[in-house]
C-alpha cells in the first residue's frame, strides 16, 4: 500500500522520487491505483510493470491525455459512455462498474445514534458554476445556441449529447469572442463540455428541489446553500463514512440527480444509496436499466414531471417502498461486490 496526497496530478517530483524508490523495491507484479494516475503511469511504463486504474471520476479531470496511451495501462471506466470514448482516442479503456460494501454500510447504520426520519434527501453538490461569467464576453448568436444546448440536455434523459454538439467551429467562434473581449483567455473542449455538463445539472438539481419542497418536506445535505431555494432544509456536509449512511436509511425518498458527464454508467450515489437499504428514486440512465428491475429495485424518472408523480406516489405507498428499497440491497449484494470487482482487476487487467 502506497498513500500520497498529490498537489498536482501531472507534475510532482517529490512524489516520482518516493514512488520510483517503491518500485524498485523489488518484488511488484503490477499497481493498482482509484483514479488513473498520470505520474504512476509514466513511472510503470519506464519500470515495465502493468499499471491498472479503475476510474469512478467522470470526467477524468487531467489535461494530457498522452500518459492514457502508455502500454502498461489498463484502465477501467466505470461508465461505458466514458469508456467507448476513450477508445475512440487510442486508449486501452475497458468497462467495470463500481461496487459497494454493504457490510460496512450496514454497521455505519446501526452504529451511534440513529437520525429521525426523512421524507427526501439529496446528498451532493448543487454545483454553483462559472457559466454566467464564461458566457459573458459571447455575442447573442452564441449564447443563444449554449443556451440552447443547455436546455436541449437538460430535457434529455439517457443521452448526453453535449459532445457531439460542442463542434470545432463552435470553439472558434468562441475564442475569437474572447480574443475581441479580453485578450488571451481560451477554454478547450474538454473544460466547455464540462461547464455545459455541470450548468445542466445545476439547473435540474435546482428545478427538481424547487419543486418538490413546495410539496414535500426536501432535506439537502451541501457545504453549499441557495437562499432562492426557500423551502428546502440545508443540513450541511454528511461524512461519507458515518453520516451519510444513516441519511440513506433513514430516508423515505434518496433523489439522485447525476452529473451529465455520466453518458450511460450507474453512479456511485446509487449503489451507496442501495448499499445501505435506501429507497432510490434517479433520473434515468441505460445501465441502470441494465442491472436493474426499474420499479422492482429502484426507480427512476423520465422528466420533472414524472419526478413529482413518482415522489407523491411511493411517499404513500411505504410497504412498496420498503420492498423496493430491500430489493436493491439484495442485487447491490449479488452483482456489485468489491471481491468481484477486485478478482476482474487483477486477473484480467495487465
Not at 181 to 204: D, K
Request: one cysteine or more.
Amino acid at each position: 500500500m502506497f498513500f500520497y496526497q498529490f498537489n498536482d496530478w501531472e507534475r510532482d517530483d517529490c512524489f516520482c522520487e518516493l514512488f520510483e524508490k517503491t518500485l524498485n523495491s523489488g518484488g511488484f507484479e503490477k499497481v493498482l491505483s482509484v483514479n488513473f494516475a498520470p505520474l504512476v503511469s509514466n513511472l510503470c511504463e519506464r519500470a515495465g510493470i502493468p499499471y491498472i486504474s479503475w476510474v469512478y471520476d467522470s470526467p477524468v479531470h487531467i489535461r494530457n491525455i498522452e500518459p492514457m496511451k502508455n502500454s502498461c495501462n489498463t484502465i477501467y471506466f466505470f461508465d461505458r459512455g466514458q469508456a467507448l470514448a476513450y477508445q475512440s482516442k487510442g486508449i486501452r479503456a475497458l468497462y467495470l462498474p463500481l461496487a459497494v460494501d454493504t457490510d460496512l454500510w450496514g454497521q455505519a447504520v446501526r452504529t451511534g445514534k440513529r437520525i429521525p426520519q426523512i421524507e427526501i434527501s439529496m446528498v451532493g453538490s448543487l454545483y454553483q458554476t462559472e457559466y454566467s461569467s464564461v458566457t459573458a464576453p459571447l455575442d447573442g448568436y452564441l449564447k443563444g445556441y449554449l443556451e440552447g444546448l443547455v436546455n436541449g440536455q437538460l430535457k434529455v434523459y439517457g443521452g448526453y449529447l453535449i459532445p457531439d454538439l460542442v463542434t470545432d467551429e463552435l470553439l472558434g467562434r468562441i475564442h475569437a469572442a474572447y480574443r475581441d473581449a479580453c485578450g488571451g483567455f481560451r477554454i478547450n473542449r474538454e473544460e466547455l463540455e464540462f461547464l455545459l455538463a455541470s450548468e445542466v445539472t445545476r439547473r435540474e438539481r435546482y428545478i427538481a428541489l424547487a419543486l418538490l419542497s413546495s410539496y414535500f418536506s426536501v432535506s439537502v445535505y451541501t457545504d453549499q446553500k441557495d437562499e432562492n431555494l426557500r423551502n428546502v432544509r440545508f443540513c450541511g456536509y454528511a461524512d461519507y463514512e458515518t453520516e451519510m449512511p444513516k441519511i440513506f436509511a433513514a430516508s423515505k425518498i434518496n433523489l439522485n440527480c447525476s452529473l451529465k458527464t455520466i453518458r450511460s454508467g450507474i453512479p456511485l450515489r446509487i449503489l451507496d444509496i442501495a448499499g445501505c437499504g435506501g429507497f432510490v428514486l434517479s433520473n434515468y440512465q441505460i445501465e441502470l436499466e441494465e442491472y436493474f428491475e426499474i420499479g422492482k429495485e429502484c426507480e427512476v424518472y423520465q422528466d420533472l414531471e414524472d419526478l413529482l408523480l413518482k415522489t407523491e406516489f411511493y411517499l404513500k405507498h411505504a410497504s412498496l417502498r420498503s420492498q423496493i428499497a430491500q430489493a436493491g440491497l439484495e442485487r447491490v449484494k449479488r452483482d456489485f461486490t468489491f471481491a468481484e470487482r477486485i478478482r476482474v482487476l487483477l486477473h484480467r487487467g495487465g
